[in-house]
């Protein structure tokens, strides 16, 4: 047998934030391509569109009327997955028919009064107040409740149903799954190793230099080593924080700048504006609050469909749900063609 | 507050083949919806096309040519995730960058020779011959690898490249993630309550009827009391069972008879050829077969991606993908409607 190469040989790797593993099967990138193509994404949106709900001054599906906002705007969503007052459900009588009351609210953010603008081509000082009133919501929020989902789904492709750049929040009463794993793999490695994993992750990072995306004094951006998504990234700061309102003053300045920089590579790659589901994950707040987080650091990750172009997107379908995610190139080659793109917006980009 | 009243208020449920929570907000079918709209299934396909690659008397991508069979046609995948003879890669540095060999083979199998039919609208017997051969296959390949990941991806919209019905088999020298967490979880239960939990669990449904959607002599089709997708489904056999190949004839008879029954109800809910993916988990094989694997059940499950209509799916993204999977009508709900539905084919009624 020839000698390993990662480009060419299938291979699993670790995620040591979920505790699964991911299949890599690169050479799958050549195969044809006859499947499904997306729409591509709607070009033209009005900036401003008073039947619009999001919209400055528009009226909402609770006949509520929005304020005229000039930066970001913070509002109830109307069709919440989570009440803050759900009542408890009886006690189970089988162990395989288990229901726990959930209790919680979902607010909308959003993140600027024009519905033809994104985050990349926002100011950073806008992106900057965007990141200090998620800090906000978390502290105001995370008082209550363990668990405070920040989350941007954006573009059509990720089931956003508005073109207005918003975010959401939907804080729960219980942990979910997802940052239960986190929180249980951080912890065993901070027991076992006595540093925070993904400071550590972050360090090797560094170092290693193949799948950095951006970086700068304060933040660090790559394509994790068990990515599942093509260009799937995560970002990290260099230092050990546990939730998003232990940032400095200038840190979320450089915050603010490298947000900007990545989504601006992400537009980009295919020359277009990218769609992707983003959120943070920190330390669990509420009664947890209280007790010793250190196995926590705080990160964001970027989950972006697209594969191959504008319209053709990876499907995580059969295989992927019934047995393990597979990917069909390196995560290495990822962060390459990210980290080769040009800072510059191809909107705003002199001709 | 008001009484709990599942239909009305947010509830959490627990399944206990993954060890996970699902988001239950019934009201939240209640939303407008202005986000993406799916476009409708292909209507007209070919029944031969001497182009497409898996229809009989085709060239494929390898330059084999087909035979011109009559029933049911496996050949290798030309462009396989997994192959045989991956090389080993070195040995870890680091344990946040853990790689290991992923070896193995991935096939195709063509249910039919003709391309517009699929598996409702086949003969009961021409089921039974696909679920034959599914049986032999695990066989064949359960000899060498510990898990054969058989499965279907239906429709464009669940990443399907190619109209014709078939479905791929993906066996691996890794037990996969999904595999892994459903033997835990199974392993776990059998040893606190000394009873298979799919076989206690179908037990309790057959009784609780609430969540059935069609059963007979040996199986059972349920919307399990932990579903995520708006129509998930999981079969279920009466007895206890750990393998395909351990089904008798009578019982491929049945399975293939209820298959039938299921998928023609899924597609006259909509009125399309519905889409999904499916799969079957049964006990791990290779060095597995001689050890006692007691804990398992065989099943499948179907996952299918539509929630309102042809064209409006579930969108699992942000909060599904960074914190919990989420639904918007109950699996009480979701079974009654494909209960009540027809077990005629929309297509083949007489007017
Ligand atoms: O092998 P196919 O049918 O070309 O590809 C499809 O199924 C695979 C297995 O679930 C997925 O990895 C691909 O993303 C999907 O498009
Ligand atoms: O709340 P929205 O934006 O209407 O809905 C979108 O995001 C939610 C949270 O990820 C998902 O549950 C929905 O399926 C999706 O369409």
Request: charged share 25%; aromatic share 10%; net charge negative.
């Amino acid at each position: 047998t020839p000698d390993f190469d990662q480009t060419e040989h299938q291979h699993i790797r670790y995620n040591p934030l979920r505790d699964m593993w991911v299949l890599v099967s690169a050479h799958r990138m050549k195969r044809p391509w006859k499947g499904q193509v997306e729409k591509p994404s709607e070009e033209y949106v009005p900036r401003h569109d008073p039947s619009n709900p999001l919209c400055p001054g528009a009226t909402r599906a609770n006949g509520m009327v929005n304020p005229e906002y000039d930066s970001t705007f913070l509002f109830d969503n109307d069709f919440p997955a989570l009440q803050p007052d759900a009542p408890e459900p009886g006690v189970s009588d089988h162990s395989l028919f288990q229901t726990k009351a959930a209790k919680g609210v979902c607010k909308v953010m959003c993140f600027h009064p024009w519905s033809d603008i994104t985050l990349p081509l926002m100011q950073v000082s806008e992106i900057k107040n965007v990141i200090d009133k998620w800090a906000e919501l978390l502290v105001d929020l995370g008082a209550t409740y363990p668990w405070v989902q920040i989350f941007e789904n954006k573009g059509a492709m990720m089931g956003c149903s508005n073109p207005h750049p918003h975010s959401q929040v939907w804080a729960s009463n219980f942990l979910p799954n997802e940052p239960r794993l986190a929180d249980r793999c951080q912890r065993e490695y901070y027991r076992d190793k006595g540093v925070p994993m993904l400071l550590e992750y972050a360090k090797q990072e560094i170092q290693r230099k193949e799948r950095v995306v951006v970086e700068n004094e304060d933040w660090l951006v790559v394509v994790p080593y068990w990515a599942t998504w093509p260009f799937q990234t995560l970002l990290l700061p260099r230092r050990h924080m546990l939730r998003l309102n232990d940032l400095s003053n200038e840190e979320r300045q450089s915050l603010a700048s490298i947000m900007k920089r990545l989504l601006t590579k992400y537009d980009n790659l295919f020359e277009i504006s990218f769609p992707y589901s983003m959120g943070w994950h920190g330390a669990p707040t509420g009664h947890q609050l209280a007790e010793d987080m250190s196995h926590w650091q705080l990160h964001a990750h970027y989950y972006p469909p697209l594969l191959r172009s504008s319209t053709i997107r990876k499907f995580m379908v059969g295989y992927e749900m019934l047995a393990q995610e597979q990917r069909d190139l390196t995560p290495e080659q990822a962060a390459e063609r990210l980290r080769n793109l040009p800072e510059e917006h191809y909107k705003t980009k002199a001709d």
